[in-house]
């Protein structure tokens, strides 16, 4: 069944009481928009299981009796007559498996399962083992675990119990595959982790309304559930912006949506989406987007000309990056990446005057959304083993 990837609606003016959800208060106006379940999975603020690779520990270590003293002491040195920062009391110090080699994917599964049981076999001998066995609790803190995912994203983890248990977990389960949770979808800044996003469960045509205001210069966000009540509550412009840009990249650029659908319909895993407002690909060095190639032949602009158009091309780049793997042969799976490179049309203002052809050219391809008028910069799909040109 061909699921469609949609992401959120236009926003339209919705005429609503709000006092309904205890905000006595009379907004200039509300926003709604409907969301997919993949918006509402993106925006939802409870926590989900996942699985993944547990690759090591960071330990929080206690500070020596000679730092602490320093500490104490504000950092003087006696021997030197000067003085520093005081330092941080604690020091985070990192122990990671170091021969894990994931395994190609192979065709030949006999082959694949030889190689996997030679890397068990590999597993004791791993210097980091021995390490972690042989740490001083007594100058232990704290410890936590740190996972992997076949996109090479780390995800530290919280261990329960005392020092003791906690490092025996770490010993027992290093470079094996274990349940973690998390708190929620959104990691940090424009960083979603997407595995959490149940494919099987997700309906096209379902929708999910969401309303927006501002109250006394304050942003409001909310999501109604099925009774017209708050389910929960937004509280970032930026979640919101998230949405727009993405709905944006999905309606403009087919690899990335061809890539997302193929993961709606169990084709592939999802493993993390990134939306980046300061994309850093400079075009002075890197392959020019077809598009440019195209103007730059066709009204034949001198060299003085173009550098100024790539200028304009290195600046207000947005970058909507979605990770995953699919399934086939024999081994780890390999992450690929699909990135959307929007591009604002504001960057291109200072040349309007002077390349109106070339400013309308683009101009005809961007579209006006909330978020801001984007057009489709450049599409690259692939994987970080793979070599660019």
């Known amino acids: 069944m061909t699921q469609h990837a949609w992401i959120i609606s236009a926003g339209a003016y919705a005429d609503i009481d709000l006092a309904a959800f205890d905000i006595h208060a009379t907004p200039k106006r509300v926003m709604a928009y409907a969301l997919s379940d993949i918006g509402r999975y993106l925006l939802f603020p409870g926590a989900f299981k996942i699985e993944s690779r547990l690759m090591g520990c960071e330990c929080d270590m206690k500070p020596s009796a000679w730092h602490r003293f320093k500490h104490a002491m504000g950092g003087r040195n006696f021997f030197k007559g000067k003085s520093s920062p005081p330092a941080n009391p604690l020091q985070r110090r990192l122990l990671m498996a170091q021969l894990f080699v994931p ?8 082959l694949a399962r030889h190689l996997d049981r030679l890397r068990d076999l590999l597993r004791p001998s791993d210097p980091i083992l021995q390490e972690i066995a042989g740490l001083d609790l007594d100058r232990v803190a704290d410890m936590r675990g740190v996972c992997e995912d076949t996109g090479g994203h780390r995800t530290h983890i919280t261990l329960s119990g005392d020092l003791e248990t906690k490092r025996r977990y770490v010993l027992d389960n290093l470079l094996g595959r274990i349940p973690i949770t998390l708190p929620q979808a959104h990691i940090a800044d424009g960083l979603y982790e997407m595995r959490g996003l149940a494919a099987r469960t997700y309906q096209e045509e379902r929708r999910h309304r969401l309303l927006r205001f501002h109250v006394n210069g304050e942003f409001f966000a909310c999501l109604l559930n099925a009774a017209g009540r708050v389910a ?8 919101l912006h998230h949405l727009l840009i993405l709905q944006q990249a999905l309606e403009t650029d087919p690899v990335l949506r061809s890539s997302i659908e193929g993961c709606l319909r169990g084709e592939a895993q999802a493993l993390r989406l990134l939306i980046n407002a300061q994309m850093d690909i400079d075009y002075s060095r890197n392959r020019l987007p077809g598009v440019y190639q195209e103007l730059f032949h066709r009204l034949d602009l001198e060299a003085g000309v173009r550098k100024e158009v790539i200028r304009s091309l290195n600046a207000h780049q947005t970058g909507v990056s979605f990770s995953f793997t699919r399934p086939g042969g024999h ?4 992450a690929t990446t699909s990135i959307a490179v929007l591009h604002d049309v504001k960057a291109l203002d200072p040349l309007r005057e002077a390349l109106p052809e070339l400013y309308a050219a683009i101009n005809r391809k961007a579209s006006l959304t909330e978020a801001g008028k984007y057009y489709l910069l450049e599409s690259i799909k692939g994987r970080p083993d793979e070599e660019r040109l």
């Open 103 to 110: 395994l190609p994917s192979l065709q030949d599964p006999s």
């Open 331 to 334: 081994g780890d799976p390999q």
């Open 232 to 239: 929960f509550w937004i509280d970032d412009a930026k979640r």
